[in-house]
Nanobody, 114 residues
Framework: VQLQASGGGLVQAGGSLKLSCAAS????????MRWYRQAPEKQRELVAL???????NYLDSVKGRFTISRDNAKNTAYLQMNLLKVEDTAVYYC?????????WGQGTQVTVSS
């Protein structure tokens, strides 16, 4: 599986962005999908995940603002980010998790200005 993340950019605080993670390969449907982020000089943290069955979980600081979803027909996962804050600024990475193996995509930069 290869993952291609897109949708990052520069946005003002309070704005929205939607990240996409397109997967190649045939195992997307059975994979859990995750979004991580890493801000400068900080550890990478799990932002949101969605299981193959559609269950979701979120980092406390993004609950109510971010929504993770997936479209199995398009082999794509999404992260809708609303009410963005300056502290959401980071490189965002998507990852697929299946059978104990994590596959990472490249990052996409999200910058939120005040």
């Amino acid at each position: 599986v290869q993952l291609q993340a897109s949708g990052g950019g520069l946005v003002q605080a309070g704005g929205s962005l939607k990240l996409s993670c397109a997967a190649s390969g045939s195992i997307f449907t059975g994979s859990g999908m995750r979004w991580y982020r890493q801000a400068p000089e900080k550890q990478r943290e799990l932002v949101a995940l969605i299981t193959s069955g559609g269950s979701t979980n979120y980092l406390d600081s993004v609950k109510g603002r971010f929504t993770i979803s997936r479209d199995n027909a398009k082999n794509t996962a999404y992260l809708q980010m609303n009410l963005l804050k300056v502290e959401d600024t980071a490189v965002y990475y998507c990852a697929a998790f299946l059978g104990g193996v994590m596959v990472w995509g490249q990052g996409t930069q999200v910058t939120v200005s005040s």
